[in-house]
């Protein structure tokens, strides 16, 4: 293939001599393109290209087969004028029909039309070959092939036809095909044709005098044709070389190697190094000159190589002799540098660059200024000023900033260097790091002998930041001196010690200038250890603290003997839990907390049911692995500040602390508990590769300060695990017997209580509240158990118990939907006043439902009633924990009219704040107040002070348990709007209260 940039021919003319020594042959007429058509009709095809992308091509009509609409005139073209009109190759642009749509100014010039008229012709106007089954033929070629080159005449406007080469590209664009053909006027190549023969004497001529080896290699690496010099550069005779290969000289790539390089080469031009092989074997480096060049219809490589084995092997000692130099610098332990004739750094070891953290390119010329301290600045870029001035060997010190951002102190000497002639060519110079050396000389006023003691030392100044430590302090506390120094003495506190010791101990360091004690630090690795610790205080001449100077002594094996011992003697050496005699040292501790605070606390008896059988028939080491699994999981499931022993073989201890002052709820704590070890003990255990099931019999004793011994309490929980093995085991029995039958009664009502409203045995009764009238206002709901043994059972004997096991939740769901269907039947029938209400107690465990006010607006859509009859009652005890969650959720529910009364207002912790802050409608005046109002002068106050505060607060105010008429006359004369009480009604049922509503019974006093 041809190569037209002029640029990639080698100097001697390669394809004119060549054509000088080949037999005359015609141009390929037609031949796919294999490659761009040189540099200037590649850069051509790729500013149209980039013409097209841009939006400069014109709008065609859509394709039809044949690249575009015959019937349609050509549109208009804009690919980057500029650009082409630049070209000096002609650039023509037609359709698949050969009708041109652009061209450049150098078309126009060879072909003598002026542009715009060139625009509007044909290629049959200007080609002297064109024919249309020709031309479709060339087009369908370039679509399959992309490249084609065509020779053809091309008539001018004026004048004899122009021979040409027409390299056509194909160019897609918006899916319509264009071709673009650069024009190579081929008349210069036609004369030279003509001189042909005239040059082949010379050129032969050339071959033989040329002192490259030059060689023509076919496309199949045959050798074609070569210079004399070409046979002494290898050693062999003309007729030894004629169609050897490639292969057989090149020593650098193998043959398929060499068939890649050829195909490349014969692509695109270039110079490359290789080695040749001669005739005897030996080897040398060449520089070898590649073009490929057509001869007829054959495509050839034109070489030419040139011996470069001095060059090589000068370039290589070159090479060796920098690498020597940069390798020594490098290696060398101090930072080198070196400068032009000007001063600027123009080389810098890896020393130095490592030491600053910068690249070359950062530090060269003035960069490395950036790193001086600033106060050395100055007086360092004077000096190197003076000595640039007059070039002689100096040596200065100066601090620059690492690449950590520190300061170090340098020393830095240089000496001039110059060339052959004696001319000054700049400095060479290195510097060392004397930081270490600075601080050695700082550190010999401190008493170095110190670092050689047994003890842990460290140093600090007088702000405690640390200057020094001794190797004994860096082992204790496993850091290193340098994660250490510069870091504040508190690095290694532990946290056990207050505010309080730190203040006595630096107040003792002022005042004496000495302190010691026990302290507690941190190593690095987190552990908590404790020494003994002596501080001296270090002062000047003129008495004042410079430096602190701290011994470590180490006490964690000391304090680890102490435990050791005091493990052995109160812990059991098989499961690490307490033994008999720190379980009896704990229980009196225990038992007089529980005196003192007046609380219950419970004793658990645990024997494993059937370990002997185990025992024996599996071996003691399976037993003790169960014994050890065991107190694993009682100690899990305990809280922290329960106590967890083992009194020896398979008895164990649980002392439960703290479980209130009621000895119901305490007993049914410890109930809860030795329920919940009983279900946790129930899984299967793996032991020595065998499943294994345990159970245990546990025995219960309560306790409250009781002054009987440990011992005998031991003894009742022993009893009562005797008890719950002759229940049948694995079960938990209760050591007093008042407690136990109080503890069955109650599971026993629980049991019942959870069947009560599927029985219907839960019935709702409703307490009238009425105004200083005595007309009815509202009413209270109230829950009954009509229990069919025990009769009535009141609300105070199955509430508490419902709220604790979570019944509460369905029992007040139903009381709600109960009392909203009562609501919309008196609501129906027309016996409620417009104002009149229900209120309804609202469990705090209902209220910390998600969503309960969905429940609410639920309950009262369906029974389609208005919210505003709702009044809900809650309790101040709920309020005080998480009043800022209770606040927005009472606000959504009083945005949609359910209204709210605050119950038993005075008993708790009544607070105006909190009252401000709730949407509340009612406050309601607890019934103990109420009781003694005229017997005491302190409830009085109080009743009027909640009267005025609600009046204050534009609540009502509702007065409980109004039982007497003089009661009645003293809350009416003080503003109270709202009673309920014996004294206008009991609560009845809820037709008679709905009897009540339909007769407008007024309820005087």
């Not at 060499?258 to 005739?279: G, I, N, S, Y």
């Not at 009196?588 to 025992?615: H, T, W």
């Not at 009562?720 to 008042?738: L, V």
């Not at 009149?836 to 998600?850: C, D, G, H, K, V």
């Amino acid at each position: 293939m041809k190569n037209s940039n002029p640029a990639t021919r080698p100097h001697w003319k390669p394809a004119l001599l060549l054509a000088a020594l080949a037999l005359p042959c015609a141009f390929l007429v037609a031949k796919p393109a294999q490659e761009p058509f040189g540099l200037a009709g590649s850069a051509v095809a790729l500013m149209a290209t980039m013409g097209l992308r841009r939006g400069k091509s014109p709008t065609e009509p859509p394709r039809d087969g044949t690249g575009s609409d015959p019937d349609d005139p050509p549109p208009p073209f804009d690919f980057q004028r500029a650009c082409i009109e630049q070209s000096l190759e002609p650039i023509l642009w037609m359709d698949a029909q050969g009708r041109l749509l652009d061209a450049n100014l150098g078309a126009a010039r060879m072909l003598g039309y002026d542009l715009e008229k060139l625009k509007t012709l044909h290629l049959a106007d200007i080609d002297t070959h064109f024919s249309e089954e020709r031309w479709q033929r060339h087009w369908d070629y370039l679509r399959r092939h992309s490249h084609i080159r065509v020779e053809t005449e091309q008539r001018p406007r004026e004048g004899h036809p122009i021979p040409v080469e027409m390299a056509y590209s194909l160019v897609v664009h918006a899916e319509r095909e264009y071709g673009c053909a650069i024009v190579r006027d081929l008349r210069i190549r036609k004369r030279l044709e003509r001189a042909f023969y005239v040059e082949n004497l010379r050129n032969s001529l050339l071959l033989k005098t040329a002192s490259d080896g030059i060689h023509v290699l076919s496309e199949q690496g045959q050798l074609v044709l070569m210079s004399d010099a070409f046979c002494r550069m290898l050693g062999y005779s003309r007729g030894e070389l004629k169609g050897m290969h490639v292969s057989q000289w090149d020593a650098r790539w193998t043959r398929p190697e060499l068939m890649e390089k050829l195909r490349q080469l014969l692509c695109q031009p270039a110079v490359f190094d290789t080695q040749h092989r001669r005739k005897d074997g030996s080897l040398f480096e060449v520089e070898v000159s590649a073009t490929a060049i057509q001869m007829g219809e054959r495509w050839l490589l034109f070489c030419a190589s040139r011996d470069v084995s001095e060059r090589k092997a000068a370039e290589r000692a070159l090479r060796e002799s920098e690498a020597r130099f940069r390798e020594l610098s490098d290696a060398a332990p101090v930072m080198i540098w070196t400068t032009d004739a000007q001063g600027r750094r123009d080389y810098f070891n890896r020393g130095w660059l490592e030491f600053r953290g910068r690249p070359l390119e950062a530090e060269a010329g003035d960069g490395w200024q950036a790193g001086l301290y600033p106060e050395d600045r100055d007086a360092c870029l004077a000096a190197h000023r003076e000595h640039l001035a007059q070039p002689r060997p100096y040596r200065m010190e100066y601090r620059l900033r690492r690449h950590d951002g520190t300061y170090h102190w340098l020393v830095e000497t240089a000496q001039p260097r110059g060339d052959e002639r004696g001319r000054f060519l700049g400095f060479v110079g290195c510097c060392i790091d004397i930081s270490d050396m600075k601080r050695a000389e700082l550190e010999l006023r401190l008493v170095a002998s110190a670092f050689e003691a047994n003890e842990a030392i460290i140093i600090t100044d007088a702000q405690g930041v640390i200057q020094r430590a001794n190797r004994r302090y860096c082992e204790s506390t496993g850091y290193v001196l340098e994660e250490i120094v510069g870091q504040r003495s508190n690095l290694v506190k532990s946290g056990r010690h207050d505010t309080a010791f730190y203040r006595e101990m630096w107040q003792g360091l002022a005042e004496r200038g000495f302190w010691q004690g026990e302290v507690w630090n941190r190593r690095k690795s987190g552990e908590v250890y404790p020494e003994w610790l002596s501080i001296s205080a270090v002062r000047n001449t003129d008495g004042d603290t410079t430096h602190y100077v701290g011994a470590y002594l180490d006490l964690s094996r000391q304090k680890q003997a102490e435990e050791q011992v005091r493990r052995l003697a109160y812990y059991d050496t098989l499961t690490g839990l307490p033994n008999r005699r720190l379980l009896y040292d704990r229980l009196q501790q225990i038992f007089a907390a529980s005196a003192r605070l007046e609380q219950y606390g419970a004793l658990l008896f645990i024997d494993l049911d059937n370990f002997k059988v185990l025992n024996d028939t599996a071996g003691h080491d399976v037993g003790d692995a169960l014994l050890i699994q065991v107190a694993e999981i009682l100690s899990r499931t305990v809280r922290s500040e329960d106590t967890v022993a083992r009194l020896g073989g398979d008895e164990f201890v649980i002392v439960l602390e703290r479980l209130g002052h009621d000895g119901l709820d305490a007993a049914a704590r410890a109930e809860q508990v030795a329920s919940k070890v009983i279900a946790t003990m129930a899984d299967p255990y793996t032991l020595a590769g065998h499943e294994h099931h345990v159970t245990l019999s546990i025995g219960v004793a309560l306790f409250k300060g009781n002054e009987e011994r440990p011992e005998s309490f031991l003894k009742r929980a022993d009893a009562a695990m005797y008890q719950a093995k002759a229940a049948g085991r694995n079960t938990a029995c209760f050591f007093d017997p008042a407690m136990a039958a109080a503890m069955e009664a109650r599971v026993a009502l629980l049991a019942e209580l959870r069947k009560a409203r599927t029985l219907d045995q839960l019935h709702l009764h409703c307490q009238p509240v009425v105004d200083a009238a005595g007309r009815i206002a509202g009413g209270e709901i109230l829950l009954r158990w009509e229990h069919p043994d025990r009769g009535w059972i009141g609300p105070s004997d199955f509430i508490p118990l419902a709220e604790e096991s979570g019944l509460i939740i369905d029992i007040g769901t139903w009381v709600l939907e109960t009392a909203c269907g009562l609501l919309r039947a008196w609501e129906t029938r027309d016996w409620l006043s417009p104002d009149f209400f229900l209120s309804i107690n609202i469990s705090p465990r209902q209220f910390r439902q998600p969503d309960f006010p969905g429940i609410i607006h639920t309950a009262a859509e369906r029974a389609g009633i208005s919210p505003h009859r709702l009044k809900l009652e809650i309790t101040e005890g709920m309020l005080i924990s998480k009043l800022d969650d209770i606040v927005p959720i009472l606000a959504g529910l009083r945005a949609a009219g359910v209204r709210f009364s605050l119950d038993d207002f005075g008993t708790g912790y009544s607070s105006l704040a909190y009252l401000q802050r709730l949407p509340l409608d009612q406050l309601k005046i607890d019934r103990s107040f109420v009781l003694d109002l005229h017997h005491d002068a302190n409830d009085a106050v109080i009743v009027r002070t909640i009267i005025n505060m609600g009046q204050s607060l534009a609540l009502e105010v509702v007065a409980e348990g109004v039982e007497t008429l003089a009661q009645f006359e003293f809350l009416k004369e003080h503003g109270c709007g709202l009673f309920q009480g014996y004294l206008f009604g009991q609560p009845v049922d809820t037709d008679s209260f709905g009897a009540k509503l339909r007769a407008g019974t007024r309820l005087a006093p």
